[in-house]
Protein backbone atom coordinates (compact mmCIF):
# COMPACT_ATOMS: atom_id res chain seq x y z
CA UNK A 1 0.00 0.00 0.00
CA UNK A 2 1.16 3.70 -1.20
CA UNK A 3 2.56 5.70 1.73
CA UNK A 4 1.14 8.99 1.47
CA UNK A 5 2.58 10.66 4.53
CA UNK A 6 6.09 9.86 5.22
CA UNK A 7 6.57 11.65 8.41
CA UNK A 8 3.29 10.90 11.15
CA UNK A 9 2.49 9.71 13.93
CA UNK A 10 -0.28 8.12 15.77
CA UNK A 11 -2.05 9.00 19.15
CA UNK A 12 -4.40 7.33 21.64
CA UNK A 13 -5.21 9.42 24.21
CA UNK A 14 -6.59 8.32 27.80
CA UNK A 15 -7.32 10.57 31.38
CA UNK A 16 -4.09 10.30 32.83
CA UNK A 17 -1.47 8.84 29.81
CA UNK A 18 -1.23 8.59 25.74
CA UNK A 19 0.62 5.93 23.66
CA UNK A 20 1.92 7.86 20.63
CA UNK A 21 3.71 5.88 17.89
CA UNK A 22 5.54 7.43 15.21
CA UNK A 23 6.43 6.35 11.52
CA UNK A 24 9.22 7.56 10.02
CA UNK A 25 11.22 6.74 6.58
CA UNK A 26 13.96 3.57 7.96
CA UNK A 27 17.10 2.10 5.72
CA UNK A 28 15.82 1.48 2.62
CA UNK A 29 12.41 1.26 1.79
CA UNK A 30 11.62 -0.16 5.70
CA UNK A 31 9.52 2.03 7.99
CA UNK A 32 10.81 3.25 11.24
CA UNK A 33 8.60 2.97 14.27
CA UNK A 34 9.16 4.15 17.63
CA UNK A 35 6.56 4.25 20.83
CA UNK A 36 6.83 6.06 23.67
CA UNK A 37 4.12 7.17 26.13
CA UNK A 38 3.78 10.42 27.75
CA UNK A 39 1.41 11.77 30.71
CA UNK A 40 -1.36 14.01 29.36
CA UNK A 41 -0.38 17.07 32.00
CA UNK A 42 0.94 20.39 30.25
CA UNK A 43 4.42 19.83 30.57
CA UNK A 44 4.26 16.55 29.19
CA UNK A 45 2.16 17.50 26.35
CA UNK A 46 4.75 19.74 25.48
CA UNK A 47 7.68 17.26 26.25
CA UNK A 48 5.50 15.19 22.96
CA UNK A 49 5.91 18.58 21.18
CA UNK A 50 9.29 19.04 21.13
CA UNK A 51 9.59 15.16 20.32
CA UNK A 52 7.76 15.02 17.12
CA UNK A 53 9.12 18.44 15.87
CA UNK A 54 12.39 16.75 16.52
CA UNK A 55 11.68 13.73 14.50
CA UNK A 56 9.95 15.51 11.39
CA UNK A 57 6.58 14.69 12.02
CA UNK A 58 4.36 16.12 9.31
CA UNK A 59 0.86 15.15 10.60
CA UNK A 60 -0.41 13.83 14.31
CA UNK A 61 -3.62 11.75 14.17
CA UNK A 62 -5.66 11.33 17.60
CA UNK A 63 -8.82 9.90 18.21
CA UNK A 64 -11.80 11.95 19.69
CA UNK A 65 -12.01 10.17 23.01
CA UNK A 66 -14.62 12.56 25.34
CA UNK A 67 -12.85 15.52 25.97
CA UNK A 68 -9.32 14.20 26.78
CA UNK A 69 -8.16 14.76 23.23
CA UNK A 70 -8.95 18.83 23.30
CA UNK A 71 -5.72 19.81 25.64
CA UNK A 72 -3.66 17.55 23.60
CA UNK A 73 -4.81 18.75 20.15
CA UNK A 74 -4.93 22.63 21.23
CA UNK A 75 -1.36 22.46 22.51
CA UNK A 76 -0.04 20.71 18.87
CA UNK A 77 -2.04 22.76 16.49
CA UNK A 78 0.29 25.29 16.18
CA UNK A 79 3.31 23.21 15.91
CA UNK A 80 2.03 20.62 12.97
CA UNK A 81 -0.88 19.41 11.36
CA UNK A 82 -3.55 17.75 13.73
CA UNK A 83 -6.24 14.96 12.37
CA UNK A 84 -9.17 14.61 15.03
CA UNK A 85 -10.43 10.80 13.56
CA UNK A 86 -13.75 9.45 14.69
CA UNK A 87 -13.71 6.51 16.81
CA UNK A 88 -16.04 4.65 14.91
CA UNK A 89 -13.14 4.85 11.70
CA UNK A 90 -10.69 3.11 13.72
CA UNK A 91 -12.25 -0.39 14.50
CA UNK A 92 -8.88 -2.30 14.44
CA UNK A 93 -8.57 -6.39 14.38
CA UNK A 94 -10.31 -8.28 16.94
CA UNK A 95 -8.39 -9.33 20.07
CA UNK A 96 -5.54 -7.19 19.88
CA UNK A 97 -6.45 -4.09 22.19
CA UNK A 98 -3.69 -2.22 23.87
CA UNK A 99 -3.59 1.55 24.06
CA UNK A 100 0.21 1.21 22.31
CA UNK A 101 -1.64 -1.09 19.31
CA UNK A 102 -4.48 1.42 18.73
CA UNK A 103 -1.93 4.31 18.56
CA UNK A 104 0.09 1.69 16.41
CA UNK A 105 -2.93 1.40 14.03
CA UNK A 106 -3.58 5.37 13.92
CA UNK A 107 -0.14 5.65 12.60
CA UNK A 108 -0.66 3.32 9.81
CA UNK A 109 -3.66 4.70 8.68
CA UNK A 110 -2.54 8.11 8.61
CA UNK A 111 0.16 7.20 7.12
CA UNK A 112 -1.58 5.89 4.04
CA UNK A 113 -4.48 8.47 3.96
CA UNK A 114 -7.32 5.91 4.93
CA UNK A 115 -8.93 8.36 7.02
CA UNK A 116 -10.70 11.78 6.90
CA UNK A 117 -9.75 14.01 9.35
CA UNK A 118 -13.37 15.46 11.37
CA UNK A 119 -14.11 19.61 11.42
CA UNK A 120 -12.53 21.17 14.18
CA UNK A 121 -13.05 24.79 13.88
CA UNK A 122 -10.30 27.98 14.70
CA UNK A 123 -10.30 29.31 18.51
CA UNK A 124 -12.49 31.62 18.38
CA UNK A 125 -15.12 30.05 16.98
CA UNK A 126 -14.65 27.21 19.68
CA UNK A 127 -14.76 29.72 22.68
CA UNK A 128 -18.52 31.03 20.92
CA UNK A 129 -19.30 27.06 21.01
CA UNK A 130 -18.82 26.65 24.81
CA UNK A 131 -20.79 29.44 25.39
CA UNK A 132 -24.06 28.31 23.12
CA UNK A 133 -23.74 25.11 24.58
CA UNK A 134 -23.45 26.56 27.78
CA UNK A 135 -26.53 28.41 27.58
CA UNK A 136 -28.52 25.39 26.09
CA UNK A 137 -27.78 23.42 28.92
CA UNK A 138 -29.06 26.44 31.77
CA UNK A 139 -32.13 26.61 29.64
CA UNK A 140 -32.21 23.06 30.05
CA UNK A 141 -31.75 23.03 33.47
CA UNK A 142 -34.41 26.03 34.03
CA UNK A 143 -36.82 23.64 32.36
CA UNK A 144 -36.59 21.08 34.42
CA UNK A 145 -36.96 22.84 37.48
CA UNK A 146 -40.19 24.51 36.46
CA UNK A 147 -41.33 20.97 35.99
CA UNK A 148 -39.81 20.11 39.69
CA UNK A 149 -42.19 23.22 40.54
CA UNK A 150 -45.06 22.18 38.75
CA UNK A 151 -44.80 18.53 40.78
CA UNK A 152 -44.10 20.34 43.88
CA UNK A 153 -47.99 22.34 43.62
CA UNK A 154 -49.03 19.23 42.67
CA UNK A 155 -48.36 17.76 45.44
CA UNK A 156 -50.07 20.89 47.41
CA UNK A 157 -53.45 20.73 45.33
CA UNK A 158 -52.54 24.26 43.48
CA UNK A 159 -53.60 23.29 40.32
CA UNK A 160 -52.45 26.50 38.83
CA UNK A 161 -51.25 24.84 35.62
CA UNK A 162 -53.76 23.98 34.69
CA UNK A 163 -55.39 27.03 34.31
CA UNK A 164 -52.17 29.51 33.71
CA UNK A 165 -49.95 28.93 30.31
CA UNK A 166 -47.00 29.25 32.29
CA UNK A 167 -46.49 28.38 36.38
CA UNK A 168 -43.55 31.50 36.12
CA UNK A 169 -45.27 34.15 34.48
CA UNK A 170 -45.79 37.48 35.98
CA UNK A 171 -49.20 36.01 37.30
CA UNK A 172 -47.92 32.90 38.03
CA UNK A 173 -44.62 34.41 40.19
CA UNK A 174 -47.44 36.61 42.30
CA UNK A 175 -49.34 34.28 43.16
CA UNK A 176 -46.58 32.01 44.30
CA UNK A 177 -45.07 34.65 46.27
CA UNK A 178 -48.34 35.27 47.77
CA UNK A 179 -48.26 31.83 48.53
CA UNK A 180 -44.64 31.68 50.03
CA UNK A 181 -45.59 34.70 52.22
CA UNK A 182 -48.92 32.75 53.48
CA UNK A 183 -51.51 33.98 52.21
CA UNK A 184 -53.97 31.10 51.28
CA UNK A 185 -56.99 32.73 50.90
CA UNK A 186 -58.04 31.62 47.40
CA UNK A 187 -59.99 34.77 45.99
CA UNK A 188 -57.12 37.42 47.31
CA UNK A 189 -54.54 34.90 45.01
CA UNK A 190 -57.02 34.71 42.30
CA UNK A 191 -57.49 38.55 42.46
CA UNK A 192 -53.49 38.50 42.00
CA UNK A 193 -53.90 37.87 38.24
CA UNK A 194 -52.86 40.49 35.61
CA UNK A 195 -54.25 41.42 32.05
CA UNK A 196 -55.88 38.24 30.37
CA UNK A 197 -55.57 36.32 33.11
CA UNK A 198 -58.48 38.15 35.27
CA UNK A 199 -60.96 36.56 32.60
CA UNK A 200 -60.00 33.42 34.56
CA UNK A 201 -60.69 34.82 37.77
CA UNK A 202 -63.35 31.84 38.49
CA UNK A 203 -61.64 29.26 38.09
CA UNK A 204 -58.22 29.96 39.12
CA UNK A 205 -59.92 30.78 43.07
CA UNK A 206 -60.78 26.62 42.30
CA UNK A 207 -57.33 26.19 41.68
CA UNK A 208 -56.05 27.73 44.37
CA UNK A 209 -57.42 25.94 46.89
CA UNK A 210 -55.39 23.11 48.24
CA UNK A 211 -53.12 22.44 50.96
CA UNK A 212 -49.98 24.50 50.46
CA UNK A 213 -47.77 23.56 53.53
CA UNK A 214 -44.79 25.06 55.09
CA UNK A 215 -42.40 23.16 53.32
CA UNK A 216 -43.91 23.71 50.20
CA UNK A 217 -43.44 27.57 50.81
CA UNK A 218 -39.47 26.48 51.11
CA UNK A 219 -39.37 24.21 48.07
CA UNK A 220 -41.16 26.92 46.11
CA UNK A 221 -38.89 29.45 46.96
CA UNK A 222 -35.29 27.59 46.61
CA UNK A 223 -36.88 26.41 43.18
CA UNK A 224 -38.06 30.14 42.37
CA UNK A 225 -34.26 31.63 43.11
CA UNK A 226 -32.63 28.74 41.24
CA UNK A 227 -35.13 29.63 38.07
CA UNK A 228 -34.05 33.62 38.66
CA UNK A 229 -30.90 32.66 38.62
CA UNK A 230 -30.96 30.68 35.30
CA UNK A 231 -32.61 33.46 34.25
CA UNK A 232 -29.97 35.83 35.30
CA UNK A 233 -27.07 33.44 33.78
CA UNK A 234 -28.51 32.97 30.38
CA UNK A 235 -28.86 37.18 29.84
CA UNK A 236 -25.30 37.32 30.51
CA UNK A 237 -24.62 34.29 28.25
CA UNK A 238 -26.30 36.02 25.46
CA UNK A 239 -24.99 39.29 25.74
CA UNK A 240 -21.43 37.52 25.83
CA UNK A 241 -22.38 35.72 22.78
CA UNK A 242 -23.57 38.82 20.99
CA UNK A 243 -21.01 40.63 21.38
CA UNK A 244 -18.28 37.62 19.88
CA UNK A 245 -20.90 37.62 17.17
CA UNK A 246 -20.47 41.33 15.94
CA UNK A 247 -18.42 40.42 13.19
CA UNK A 248 -20.79 37.68 11.82
CA UNK A 249 -23.76 39.91 11.75
CA UNK A 250 -24.33 39.41 7.72
CA UNK A 251 -24.18 35.86 8.59
CA UNK A 252 -26.70 36.13 10.77
CA UNK A 253 -29.00 37.98 8.99
CA UNK A 254 -28.93 35.66 5.81
CA UNK A 255 -30.02 32.78 8.50
CA UNK A 256 -32.83 34.57 10.10
CA UNK A 257 -34.38 35.07 6.95
CA UNK A 258 -34.86 31.62 6.72
CA UNK A 259 -38.65 30.52 8.08
CA UNK A 260 -38.40 29.34 11.43
CA UNK A 261 -34.79 30.40 12.21
CA UNK A 262 -34.78 33.01 15.27
CA UNK A 263 -31.72 34.51 16.59
CA UNK A 264 -30.51 32.31 19.22
CA UNK A 265 -30.68 29.25 16.71
CA UNK A 266 -29.10 31.07 14.23
CA UNK A 267 -26.21 31.71 16.73
CA UNK A 268 -26.20 28.17 17.28
CA UNK A 269 -25.62 27.63 13.41
CA UNK A 270 -22.91 29.90 13.35
CA UNK A 271 -21.37 28.26 16.26
CA UNK A 272 -21.41 25.24 15.39
CA UNK A 273 -20.14 25.34 11.96
CA UNK A 274 -17.99 28.36 11.87
CA UNK A 275 -19.90 30.32 9.40
CA UNK A 276 -17.74 29.10 7.17
CA UNK A 277 -19.06 26.93 4.55
CA UNK A 278 -15.59 25.84 2.66
CA UNK A 279 -14.73 24.03 5.36
CA UNK A 280 -17.52 21.20 4.59
CA UNK A 281 -17.45 21.30 0.54
CA UNK A 282 -21.04 20.54 -0.01
CA UNK A 283 -24.10 20.49 1.70
CA UNK A 284 -24.53 16.52 1.79
CA UNK A 285 -21.56 16.39 3.65
CA UNK A 286 -22.52 18.83 5.94
CA UNK A 287 -26.09 17.45 6.44
CA UNK A 288 -23.82 14.30 7.45
CA UNK A 289 -22.07 15.79 9.33
CA UNK A 290 -25.44 17.07 11.26
CA UNK A 291 -26.60 14.06 11.56
CA UNK A 292 -29.62 14.94 8.99
CA UNK A 293 -28.99 13.18 5.52
CA UNK A 294 -30.57 10.32 5.30
CA UNK A 295 -29.66 6.82 5.45
CA UNK A 296 -28.65 4.39 2.45
CA UNK A 297 -29.27 0.54 3.33
CA UNK A 298 -29.09 -1.15 0.35
CA UNK A 299 -27.90 -4.79 0.02
CA UNK A 300 -28.09 -7.54 -2.99
CA UNK A 301 -30.63 -5.13 -5.04
CA UNK A 302 -32.83 -4.33 -2.10
CA UNK A 303 -33.31 -1.23 -0.50
CA UNK A 304 -34.25 -1.29 3.28
CA UNK A 305 -34.60 1.71 5.51
CA UNK A 306 -31.92 3.98 6.53
CA UNK A 307 -31.40 5.56 9.56
CA UNK A 308 -29.92 8.84 10.33
CA UNK A 309 -26.66 8.75 11.68
CA UNK A 310 -25.01 10.29 14.76
CA UNK A 311 -23.87 14.32 14.24
CA UNK A 312 -23.48 17.07 15.60
CA UNK A 313 -26.47 16.71 18.16
CA UNK A 314 -26.44 20.52 19.12
CA UNK A 315 -26.82 21.61 15.69
CA UNK A 316 -29.30 18.67 15.07
CA UNK A 317 -31.79 19.77 18.05
CA UNK A 318 -31.59 23.29 16.91
CA UNK A 319 -32.41 22.66 13.70
CA UNK A 320 -35.26 20.45 14.34
CA UNK A 321 -36.16 23.27 16.75
CA UNK A 322 -36.41 25.44 14.09
CA UNK A 323 -38.61 22.74 11.40
CA UNK A 324 -41.24 22.67 14.18
CA UNK A 325 -40.87 27.05 13.92
CA UNK A 326 -41.31 26.48 10.38
CA UNK A 327 -43.77 24.30 10.44
CA UNK A 328 -45.95 26.79 11.81
CA UNK A 329 -45.25 29.78 9.31
CA UNK A 330 -48.24 30.62 6.35
CA UNK A 331 -47.61 29.84 2.93
CA UNK A 332 -43.56 29.18 3.07
CA UNK A 333 -42.20 26.14 1.12
CA UNK A 334 -40.82 25.07 4.55
CA UNK A 335 -44.27 24.48 6.03
CA UNK A 336 -45.79 23.11 2.67
CA UNK A 337 -43.14 20.17 3.12
CA UNK A 338 -43.73 19.56 6.22
CA UNK A 339 -47.67 19.26 6.28
CA UNK A 340 -46.92 17.30 2.84
CA UNK A 341 -44.36 14.89 5.12
CA UNK A 342 -46.17 14.48 8.10
CA UNK A 343 -49.64 12.77 7.09
CA UNK A 344 -47.77 9.46 5.71
CA UNK A 345 -44.20 9.93 7.42
CA UNK A 346 -45.08 11.03 10.89
CA UNK A 347 -44.17 14.30 12.86
CA UNK A 348 -40.86 13.64 13.98
CA UNK A 349 -40.17 12.26 10.52
CA UNK A 350 -41.14 15.45 9.14
CA UNK A 351 -38.93 18.10 11.14
CA UNK A 352 -35.90 16.00 10.53
CA UNK A 353 -36.65 16.60 6.81
CA UNK A 354 -37.32 19.83 7.15
CA UNK A 355 -34.17 20.68 9.57
CA UNK A 356 -32.22 19.06 6.21
CA UNK A 357 -33.55 21.46 3.76
CA UNK A 358 -33.50 24.02 6.58
CA UNK A 359 -29.48 23.40 7.01
CA UNK A 360 -28.99 23.17 3.36
CA UNK A 361 -30.98 26.17 2.54
CA UNK A 362 -28.36 27.61 5.46
CA UNK A 363 -25.42 26.42 3.37
CA UNK A 364 -26.33 27.87 0.10
CA UNK A 365 -27.15 31.26 1.70
CA UNK A 366 -23.70 31.87 3.39
CA UNK A 367 -21.77 29.87 0.53
CA UNK A 368 -23.40 32.62 -1.92
CA UNK A 369 -23.80 35.42 0.29
CA UNK A 370 -27.15 35.53 -0.68
CA UNK A 371 -30.58 35.97 1.03
CA UNK A 372 -33.31 33.75 1.18
CA UNK A 373 -35.89 33.53 -1.55
CA UNK A 374 -39.42 31.60 -0.59
CA UNK A 375 -40.53 29.30 -3.41
CA UNK A 376 -43.78 29.56 -1.54
CA UNK A 377 -46.62 27.08 -0.32
CA UNK A 378 -47.68 26.13 -3.45
CA UNK A 379 -44.39 24.58 -4.48
CA UNK A 380 -45.55 21.07 -4.26
CA UNK A 381 -48.98 21.32 -5.62
CA UNK A 382 -48.06 23.40 -8.63
CA UNK A 383 -45.03 21.51 -9.83
CA UNK A 384 -47.79 18.18 -10.64
CA UNK A 385 -49.84 17.95 -13.81
CA UNK A 386 -53.29 18.58 -13.17
CA UNK A 387 -54.79 15.31 -13.64
CA UNK A 388 -52.29 14.01 -10.99
CA UNK A 389 -53.38 16.95 -8.19
CA UNK A 390 -57.05 16.05 -8.93
CA UNK A 391 -56.33 12.40 -7.94
CA UNK A 392 -54.93 13.12 -5.10
CA UNK A 393 -57.64 15.08 -3.99
CA UNK A 394 -60.30 12.69 -5.14
CA UNK A 395 -57.72 9.87 -2.91
CA UNK A 396 -57.90 12.09 0.39
CA UNK A 397 -61.39 12.65 0.03
CA UNK A 398 -61.84 8.88 -0.06
CA UNK A 399 -60.16 8.35 2.52
CA UNK A 400 -62.45 10.64 4.45
CA UNK A 401 -65.39 8.20 3.74
CA UNK A 402 -66.49 10.25 0.77
CA UNK A 403 -67.59 9.18 -2.19
CA UNK A 404 -66.59 11.59 -5.05
CA UNK A 405 -68.02 12.14 -8.43
CA UNK A 406 -65.89 14.23 -10.69
CA UNK A 407 -67.77 16.52 -13.12
CA UNK A 408 -65.93 18.90 -15.60
CA UNK A 409 -66.47 22.16 -16.19
CA UNK A 410 -66.56 21.76 -19.81
CA UNK A 411 -67.56 18.51 -21.25
CA UNK A 412 -66.40 18.85 -24.75
CA UNK A 413 -62.87 19.68 -23.22
CA UNK A 414 -63.13 16.24 -21.31
Known amino acids: MDVVIQRCAGIDIGKKTMAVTIRTPGQGKRRRTETRTFATMTDQVLALRDWLLGEGVEVAGMEATGDYWKPVFYLLEDALECCLLNAGHLKAVPGRKTDVKDSEWIAQLVEHGLVRPSFVPPPPIRELRDLTRYRKTVIEERTRE ?90 RLCHEIAERLRPFQEQLDLLMSIPGIARRNAEVLIAETGGDMTAFGSPHRLAAWAGLAPGNNESAGKHRPGHT ?72 TSRLPDHAHVRRLVAQLERLGQH ?11
Not at 158 to 164: E, G, P, Q
Not at 316 to 345: D, I, M
Request: proline content about 3%; aromatic content about 6%.
Open 309 to 380: RKGNKWLGSALVESAHAAARTKNTYLAAQYWRLSGRRGKNRAAVAVAHSILVIAYHLLDRHQPYRDLGGDYF
Open 146 to 235: VQRLEKILEDAGIKLSSVASSTVSVSGRAMLAALIDGERDPAALANLAKGRMRRKTPILQQALRGRFDAHHAVLVREMLARIDAADATVA
Open 404 to 414: VTLTPNNPEAA
